[in-house]
């Protein structure tokens, strides 16, 4: 039996990923185990998957004065010994880092062990965690290709993120089913986001009525952003937020509105559907969302409009000629490097476990 640790945490970002592996790395014979913090949201997410759970403690790296930072250095030093010792307890043959503070005592354990580690950068940019991390793996996967000028020559592999395998499993007349919407029109579909974007509802919904004479429409506009003024338009419909049933909207959506956060993306590329993308603002963000965007229009794969630029005439004109040329745009998803993350992944796992 072969042996291998995930690990990473803090945002749903540092674990989903590692929960799409998860059914490939059963397939190819692997006993997989997780160490993640005590208490972080990771604990449920995967215990809820089954895999068996091993908490240590954790600190964080900050890069502006807080008190933690006097005591969180003693957590990361108890973090490692906690990981050493699992680490000897499991004898894994390899470890996978999905990145975030919990991580970087797992990956520095590992490689004083001797155990090869393989990582896993989500945004253009290396985060801090995973750049400490850096020198102790053996090999760096990323999302973009401009992030390979960030990262070790010798250790750099563009993948993309592995996304959930019950993604790509949506049956068009579940979800035609589910909308109450027939085949007539194309669907668009818009995402805000986890926590929905009222810049985006309302973008979208100042011009709906011109929208609906093209497009049947799928809203996902967030927890309590529901417009109860627009639920009797024929061919409109908006959820607050949908879970399973996900797969079979993607399954009907022609084309999709969408803000640019990593993990979304790169599902829109593996499902090559065509996307605008609205990435948040700078001022509301770190801008990582802009860098996302401005690749995938680079190789592409989508269009994008910032915020700040958004106009009623803009946004309809981009849709109508997104959708007018949405098989240039499949077309280049199809020829990219990054849409088959969770095979392209588990080989390099396969190629450098002990």
Same mark, same amino acid.
């Given at each position: 039996?072969?042996?291998?640790? =995930? ?7 540092? @674990? ?78 390899? +470890? ?12 520095? %354990? %590992? ?22 991390? =850096? ?68 973008? @979208?919904?100042? +011009? ?42 993607? %399954?009907?959506?022609? @084309? ?11 599902? =829109? ?10 990435? =948040? ?67 390099? +796992? ?5």
């Amino acid at each position: 039996m072969k042996r291998i640790i =995930l690990t990473g945490g803090g945002t749903a970002g540092h @674990v989903t990923p590692n929960l799409a592996l998860y059914p490939a790395l059963v397939k190819e014979g692997y006993e997989v185990s997780y160490i993640g913090s005590y208490n972080g949201m990771e604990k449920d997410l995967v215990e809820k998957a089954g895999i068996p759970y091993y908490g240590i403690s954790s600190g964080k790296l900050r890069r502006y004065f807080d008190l933690k930072n006097f005591t969180d250095p003693f957590r990361v030093i108890k973090g490692y010994r906690e990981a050493r010792k699992l680490i000897k307890k499991l004898q894994p043959d390899i +470890i996978f880092s999905k990145g975030g503070f919990v991580a970087v005592p797992v990956v520095i %354990a %590992a490689s004083r062990a001797g155990v090869p580690v393989i990582s896993h950068e989500s945004d253009m940019t290396p985060g801090l965690a995973n750049k400490i991390s =850096l020198k102790f793996c053996t090999k760096i996967c990323c999302n973009f290709p401009e992030t390979l000028k960030y990262l070790p020559q010798d250790k750099a592999v563009l993948t993309g993120c592995p996304i959930r395998e019950e993604l790509m499993t949506g049956d068009k007349e579940t979800g035609l089913a589910l909308t109450g919407f027939n085949t007539e029109k194309p669907v668009l579909l818009i995402m805000g986001g986890s926590l929905g974007s009222v810049k985006v509802n309302q973008a @979208v919904r100042s +011009i709906l009525p011109d929208l609906l004479k093209t497009f049947q429409v799928v809203h996902l506009c967030g927890k309590g952003n529901l417009d109860e003024t627009l639920t009797a338009m024929p061919g409109y419909v908006q959820y607050e937020y949908i879970s399973e049933p996900l797969r079979h909207i993607f %399954a009907i959506a022609d @084309v999709v509105i969408s803000r640019a956060g990593a993990n979304a993306i790169c599902e =829109l590329l593996a499902l090559q559907k065509p996307t605008l993308l609205i990435p =948040l603002s700078a001022a509301a963000s770190r801008g990582d969302q802009i860098l996302n965007a401005k690749s995938f229009k680079k190789q592409g794969f989508s269009e994008v409009i910032e915020e700040e630029e958004i106009t009623d005439e803009k946004l309809y004109k981009t849709v109508i000629n997104l959708y007018n040329n949405r098989e240039t745009y499949i077309s280049a998803m199809k020829n990219s490097n990054q849409s088959n993350a969770v095979y392209r992944i588990v080989s390099l +796992i396969q190629e450098n476990a002990h």
